[in-house]
C-alpha cells in the first residue's frame, strides 16, 4: 500500500557509516568482570535501591524500587554478589558520579523464576504497572519510562500509532539488526502497544536505506496477521527524531508547548517494542540491550550486552586499533566522549564509536559568524540558530528564550552546516545550563523568603494569640468578680451605694484593655532588653565602680525602665 509522505523543514545528510557493521549477525557480550549498574537511568525520579552490600542476587532480580509514577524500575543484570552501592561515575558529559549498585558475577547466570504475564485479561492499568516494574523505557535515546506514554488522552482520541525504525543517526545500526533478525517478536511488542492505545492506524517508519529492515517487518506483520503499515521514508538526517518522523508521515506538527498525545499520536522505538513483549511473553525484565560497536576497530558489530557491562571490555570484543583514543557514546552527531572509558553500558547506550583523529579530525579554529543563514535552513525546528549563538555568546540568556532555545534537540544539524566551524551546539547547551542555573537559584531565593516571612507571621501570630489570652484571662477575673460583688449585694452583705452589675462589666473590659497593655508593654520591654548589647563582661575594676556609680544615679533619678548593667565577679 502507497501512502503521501511528507516533509519536515531543514535536516542535513551526513555519511551515514553503516555498513561496517551489518555484515555479521547479532553477536551475545561475553560476561564482564564486573557490572556497574546506575540507578538512574530513566527520566524521572531515581530509583531506591533494594539491595544491600553482600546480598546474593539472581538474573532480572529487583534491584531498585520505582521512585513516583515517571520513574522506572532496575534488575540484576546477571547472578552474583553485591560488592557496592554507592557512587560511581556515569557516561554522561558532566562526568559526575551517580548511586550504582556493583555486582560480582558467579558465572551461573542464574534467572529469577519467570512467568508471563496475561496482559490479555489484564486491566490497562496493571499492564503499564507491570512495565514499570520490568524497567522498560524508550531505547531510542530518550529513555522515557514507557508505561506513561501509554497512556492516553481522555480528550483527543488516538488517530496514529507511529513505531519509528528510522535510526538516522550515522554509525548506528542496532536497530536495523533488531529488526532483521527479531521482527516478530517487535511486531509483537506493536500489539500490545496498539491495545492499550487503540489507534486508528499503526504505521512502522524505516529510512529507505534499510531494505532488508523493512521486508523482515513486512514479512512478521503478515505471518502474524497484522495490518500495521511499513512504510519506509527518504533517509534524511534527523528524521529518527519523534516529531520529524510523525510529520512525515502524518503530516502532523507537534507544537513545542505540546505532546503528541494531544495531536492524537503516539510514538515509540522500535527496541522499545521488542523489550516490552521480551518482559510480557517471557516474563524478563531490561536487563540488556543491543549495542552498535563500531568507529576505530578491527570488526565493528552489534552486540547483545548486559546493562552494566564496561565499556572498554565491550570495546575490546571489536578490537580497536592502537590510536583509538576515546568512546564516543551514540551517534557523531549528538553523542558524546564518555568522561572514562570504564562507565558502563546504561539503557541509553545504543552505540559505542571508538574515537580517533582520522575518523574524526580536530576541527578548524572557530572563525566569526557571517550570518549567511545556513544554520536556519537546515534546523528541523524553523529556529534561527545563528541569533541563538549571538545572544548566548553575549550571555544574554533572556534573549535566547524569546528565540525559543529550549525548542532546540540539540541534533547537531547547524553545527555540521556552519562554514565559521562554529560549535553551536555547544553554546546552546552553555545557555540551557546556565538557565536553569539561575531558575534554581531564584527558585531557592523565593523559598527562603517564603520562609522568612511565614517566620515572621508565625510570630506575630503567636504574639496576639498570647495577648488574647492574657485579655480573656483578666476578663474573667474581673468577671468573676463582678459577680461575687453582685451575689454579695443580693444577700445584703454589701454596702449601700455599691455600683450596679452594670459597672461591673464596664470594669471587666477596662480590666481586659488594662491587661492587653500591660502584655504590649512586656513584650516591648523584653525586645528592650535583647537588643541591649552585652560588652560588660571583662571589665576592669575601676570600670566596674563607674558602671556602679552610674546604676546608682539612675535608680536615684527613678529611671526603672533602664536595663542593670551585667554583674560581673
Same mark, same amino acid.
Given at each position: 500500500?502507497?501512502?503521501?509522505?511528507? /516533509?519536515?523543514?531543514?535536516?542535513?545528510?551526513?555519511?551515514?557509516?553503516?555498513t561496517?557493521?551489518?555484515?555479521?549477525?547479532?553477536?551475545?557480550? &561475553?560476561?564482564?568482570s564486573?557490572?556497574?549498574?546506575?540507578?538512574?537511568?530513566?527520566?524521572?525520579?531515581?530509583?531506591?535501591?533494594?539491595?544491600?552490600?553482600g546480598?546474593?542476587?539472581l538474573?532480572?532480580?529487583?534491584?531498585?524500587?520505582?521512585? #513516583?509514577?515517571?520513574?522506572?524500575?532496575i534488575?540484576?543484570?546477571?547472578?552474583?554478589?553485591?560488592?557496592?552501592?554507592?557512587?560511581?561515575?556515569?557516561?554522561?558529559p558532566?562526568?559526575?558520579?551517580?548511586?550504582?549498585?556493583?555486582?560480582?558475577?558467579?558465572?551461573?547466570?542464574?534467572?529469577?523464576?519467570?512467568?508471563?504475564?496475561?496482559?490479555?485479561?489484564?486491566?490497562?492499568?496493571?499492564?503499564?504497572?507491570?512495565l514499570?516494574?520490568?524497567?522498560?523505557?524508550?531505547? #531510542?535515546?530518550?529513555?522515557?519510562?514507557?508505561?506513561?506514554?501509554?497512556?492516553?488522552?481522555?480528550?483527543v482520541?488516538?488517530?496514529e500509532?507511529?513505531?519509528?525504525?528510522?535510526?538516522?543517526? &550515522?554509525?548506528i545500526?542496532?536497530d536495523?539488526?533488531?529488526?532483521?533478525?527479531?521482527?516478530?517478536?517487535?511486531v509483537?511488542?506493536?500489539?500490545?502497544?496498539?491495545?492499550?492505545?487503540?489507534?486508528q492506524?499503526?504505521?512502522?517508519?524505516?529510512?529507505?536505506? /534499510?531494505?532488508?529492515?523493512?521486508?523482515?517487518?513486512?514479512?512478521?506483520?503478515?505471518?502474524?496477521?497484522e495490518? *500495521?503499515?511499513?512504510?519506509?521514508?527518504?533517509?534524511?538526517y534527523?528524521? #529518527?527524531?519523534?516529531?520529524?518522523?510523525?510529520?512525515?508521515?502524518?503530516?502532523?506538527?507537534?507544537?513545542?508547548?505540546?505532546?503528541?498525545?494531544?495531536?492524537?499520536?503516539?510514538?515509540?522505538?522500535?527496541?522499545?517494542a521488542?523489550?516490552? +513483549?521480551?518482559?510480557? !511473553?517471557?516474563?524478563?525484565?531490561?536487563?540488556?540491550?543491543?549495542?552498535?560497536?563500531?568507529?576505530?576497530?578491527?570488526?565493528?558489530?552489534?552486540?547483545?550486552?548486559?546493562?552494566?557491562?564496561?565499556?572498554?571490555?565491550?570495546?575490546?570484543?571489536?578490537?580497536?586499533?592502537?590510536?583509538?583514543?576515546?568512546?564516543i557514546?551514540?551517534?557523531?552527531?549528538?553523542?558524546?566522549?564518555v568522561?572514562? &572509558?570504564?562507565v558502563?553500558?546504561?539503557?541509553?547506550?545504543?552505540?559505542?564509536?571508538?574515537?580517533?583523529? %582520522?575518523?574524526?579530525?580536530?576541527?578548524?579554529?572557530?572563525?566569526?559568524?557571517? @550570518?549567511?543563514?545556513?544554520?536556519a535552513r537546515?534546523?528541523?525546528?524553523?529556529?534561527?540558530?545563528?541569533?541563538?549563538?549571538?545572544?548566548a555568546?553575549?550571555?544574554?540568556?533572556?534573549?535566547?528564550?524569546?528565540?525559543?532555545?529550549?525548542?532546540?534537540?540539540?541534533?547537531?544539524?547547524?553545527?555540521?552546516?556552519?562554514?565559521?566551524?562554529?560549535?553551536?551546539?555547544?553554546?546552546? %547547551?552553555?545557555?540551557?545550563?546556565?538557565? +536553569?542555573? @539561575?531558575?534554581?537559584?531564584?527558585?531557592?531565593?523565593?523559598?527562603?523568603?517564603?520562609?522568612?516571612? *511565614?517566620?515572621?507571621?508565625?510570630?506575630?501570630r503567636?504574639?496576639?494569640?498570647?495577648?488574647?489570652?492574657?485579655?480573656?484571662?483578666? !476578663?474573667?477575673?474581673?468577671?468573676?468578680?463582678?459577680?461575687?460583688?453582685?451575689?454579695?449585694?443580693?444577700?445584703?452583705a454589701?454596702?449601700?451605694?455599691?455600683?450596679?452589675?452594670?459597672?461591673?462589666?464596664?470594669?471587666?473590659?477596662?480590666?481586659?484593655?488594662?491587661?492587653?497593655?500591660?502584655?504590649?508593654?512586656? @513584650?516591648?520591654k523584653?525586645?528592650?532588653?535583647?537588643?541591649?548589647?552585652k560588652n560588660?563582661?571583662?571589665?576592669?575594676?575601676?570600670?566596674?565602680?563607674?558602671?556602679?556609680?552610674?546604676?546608682?544615679? %539612675?535608680?536615684? !533619678?527613678g529611671? !526603672?525602665?533602664?536595663?542593670?548593667?551585667?554583674?560581673?565577679?
Amino acid at each position: 500500500m502507497l501512502m503521501n509522505l511528507f /516533509k519536515f523543514k531543514g535536516g542535513v545528510k551526513p555519511p551515514t557509516n553503516k555498513t561496517q557493521s551489518v555484515t555479521q549477525p547479532i553477536a551475545v557480550a &561475553p560476561m564482564p568482570s564486573r557490572l556497574v549498574v546506575p540507578l538512574h537511568q530513566s527520566i524521572g525520579g531515581t530509583p531506591r535501591p533494594v539491595v544491600q552490600v553482600g546480598d546474593k542476587v539472581l538474573k532480572g532480580q529487583l534491584i531498585g524500587e520505582a521512585d #513516583g509514577w515517571i520513574s522506572a524500575a532496575i534488575h540484576a543484570p546477571t547472578s552474583g554478589t553485591v560488592l557496592d552501592v554507592g557512587m560511581h561515575v556515569q557516561p554522561h558529559p558532566s562526568g559526575l558520579d551517580a548511586l550504582c549498585v556493583v555486582i560480582e558475577p558467579d558465572g551461573k547466570d542464574e534467572w529469577i523464576e519467570r512467568q508471563p504475564f496475561d496482559y490479555a485479561n489484564a486491566t490497562p492499568e496493571a499492564v503499564r504497572e507491570y512495565l514499570q516494574q520490568s524497567g522498560v523505557v524508550g531505547l #531510542g535515546g530518550a529513555v522515557f519510562p514507557t508505561h506513561g506514554k501509554l497512556t492516553p488522552s481522555k480528550t483527543v482520541p488516538m488517530e496514529e500509532l507511529v513505531i519509528n525504525g528510522a535510526e538516522c543517526e &550515522p554509525f548506528i545500526t542496532c536497530d536495523d539488526l533488531l529488526m532483521r533478525e527479531r521482527a516478530e517478536e517487535v511486531v509483537r511488542g506493536i500489539a500490545v502497544f496498539r491495545d492499550l492505545l487503540q489507534p486508528q492506524k499503526v504505521l512502522i517508519g524505516i529510512e529507505d536505506n /534499510k531494505p532488508e529492515a523493512a521486508e523482515a517487518m513486512r514479512a512478521a506483520v503478515k505471518a502474524i496477521g497484522e495490518v *500495521f503499515l511499513v512504510v519506509q521514508v527518504p533517509t534524511l538526517y534527523p528524521a #529518527g527524531g519523534a516529531k520529524q518522523l510523525i510529520r512525515v508521515l502524518t503530516g502532523k506538527e507537534v507544537p513545542a508547548a505540546k505532546r503528541s498525545t494531544d495531536l492524537g499520536v503516539q510514538c515509540f522505538n522500535v527496541a522499545t517494542a521488542y523489550t516490552a +513483549w521480551r518482559a510480557i !511473553a517471557h516474563g524478563e525484565p531490561v536487563v540488556s540491550r543491543l549495542v552498535t560497536v563500531t568507529g576505530n576497530v578491527h570488526h565493528p558489530r552489534n552486540y547483545e550486552v548486559l546493562i552494566g557491562t564496561p565499556m572498554d571490555e565491550l570495546l575490546k570484543l571489536a578490537t580497536p586499533h592502537p590510536d583509538t583514543d576515546g568512546i564516543i557514546m551514540g551517534g557523531p552527531m549528538m553523542g558524546f566522549l564518555v568522561p572514562e &572509558p570504564s562507565v558502563p553500558v546504561v539503557k541509553a547506550t545504543n552505540c559505542l564509536i571508538a574515537h580517533d583523529d %582520522r575518523l574524526f579530525p580536530p576541527k578548524a579554529p572557530e572563525m566569526p559568524c557571517i @550570518r549567511c543563514g545556513s544554520c536556519a535552513r537546515a534546523c528541523p525546528h524553523e529556529l534561527q540558530p545563528f541569533e541563538m549563538y549571538w545572544f548566548a555568546r553575549a550571555k544574554n540568556f533572556g534573549k535566547t528564550q524569546e528565540y525559543h532555545i529550549f525548542d532546540c534537540i540539540e541534533c547537531g544539524c547547524c553545527s555540521f552546516v556552519c562554514p565559521s566551524r562554529i560549535p553551536l551546539v555547544q553554546y546552546f %547547551r552553555f545557555a540551557k545550563s546556565e538557565i +536553569w542555573a @539561575r531558575e534554581r537559584e531564584k527558585n531557592a531565593a523565593d523559598q527562603a523568603k517564603t520562609r522568612f516571612e *511565614f517566620k515572621q507571621f508565625r510570630e506575630e501570630r503567636e504574639k496576639s494569640e498570647k495577648a488574647e489570652k492574657l485579655a480573656k484571662a483578666a !476578663a474573667a477575673q474581673a468577671a468573676k468578680k463582678a459577680a461575687e460583688a453582685a451575689a454579695a449585694g443580693e444577700s445584703g452583705a454589701s454596702p449601700v451605694g455599691e455600683a450596679p452589675a452594670a459597672t461591673a462589666a464596664v470594669d471587666s473590659e477596662k480590666e481586659a484593655k488594662k491587661a492587653a497593655i500591660e502584655a504590649a508593654m512586656a @513584650r516591648a520591654k523584653a525586645q528592650r532588653e535583647a537588643a541591649q548589647p552585652k560588652n560588660t563582661e571583662a571589665l576592669t575594676p575601676e570600670q566596674q565602680r563607674e558602671v556602679a556609680t552610674v546604676d546608682a544615679r %539612675r535608680e536615684a !533619678a527613678g529611671i !526603672a525602665d533602664a536595663p542593670p548593667a551585667e554583674k560581673t565577679e
